[in-house]
């Protein structure tokens, strides 16, 4: 905007000023043809040399104030961005939390030995949660470590009714990931699939990583009674937000297929990383 300003000036100065400046030149010229002759031509190409510089500075200006409001625009999208971000992971775990302390306080009625390995697992759980989970991006490794707490508070929880299975295939390096991204899936996986109407209950997960892709399949066994596939839909993360923060975080990077047979629901998910 300064520098339109500037040739503004500039343009102004010369519309004003040079046509007086010419004036008086052809006045005390008068009686030089030639003379007169070349002031006159002067004066055309001052115009329109003055034209296009007015022209130009106008253009300069539109497009500055477009990439302007452009930029602000972008600005303002990443925020709103951002904030449904913190909104849709300020939704996540509540539940979890719950059955946590729940299955702590029985085990201390009891004095097991579990009881200081619950404790130990969910004070590194929160605290991922609290400090690393604010990042954009976390290391795989450090999400990792936070399923596997998951995993192991949910067998301690259900007293080994479940058949819990967690392989990881690949090297896991310097990647990383968005926080918490793979979670509403397991997630889910326990709250639907372990019921008590399950004889045989099982929750088996599964990452492939390389240096650019993660492959995430998550199976989990199914109750009769339930007619669909059903992502968290109170106390947590439903299927619709899980979407639009893979498509917020991922777009055009993930693949998400979600399928069921008569015994189990089945999650697969791509992420280039």
């Excluded at 003379?35 to 539109?62: A, H, M, P, R, W």
Aim: glycine fraction near 4%; proline fraction near 3%.
């Amino acid at each position: 905007r300064l520098i339109a300003w500037h040739i503004g000036a500039l343009a102004v100065a010369a519309i004003v000023f040079t046509p007086i400046k010419t004036a008086a030149l052809i006045i005390t010229s008068t009686g030089n043809a030639d003379i007169q002759n070349i002031l006159k031509e002067d004066v055309f190409f001052i115009y329109i040399s003055t034209f296009l510089v007015g022209v130009g500075t106008s253009i300069f200006s539109i497009v500055n104030a477009w990439m302007v409001e452009r930029n602000e625009m972008a600005d303002l999208e990443s925020k709103t961005l951002q904030s449904e971000l913190k909104f849709l992971k300020s939704q996540i775990n509540p539940h979890f939390l719950f059955n946590t302390l729940n299955s702590l306080y029985a085990h201390t009625l009891k004095k097991t030995d579990d009881a200081p390995d619950i404790v130990l697992k969910l004070s590194e759980m929160m605290r991922y949660m609290l400090y690393d989970c604010n990042e954009k991006e976390v290391f795989l490794d450090k999400e990792i470590k936070y399923i596997q707490n998951y995993l192991d508070l949910e067998s301690i929880r259900h007293g080994g009714r479940i058949d819990i299975r967690f392989e990881i295939d690949g090297q896991v390096d310097q990647q990383k990931i968005a926080p918490l991204i793979m979670m509403p899936f397991i997630e889910n996986a326990f709250k639907h699939g372990t019921t008590s109407q399950i004889n045989e209950a099982f929750v088996y997960f599964k990452l492939n990583v390389d240096r650019t892709k993660l492959f995430l399949n998550l199976r989990n066994s199914k109750a009769a009674s339930i007619p669909k596939p059903i992502i968290i839909q109170s106390g947590g993360i439903g299927l619709n937000n899980v979407k639009r923060r893979l498509d917020i975080l991922y777009p055009n990077k993930h693949l998400l297929h979600i399928d069921e047979s008569p015994k189990e629901y089945q999650v697969s998910l791509q992420i280039d990383l």
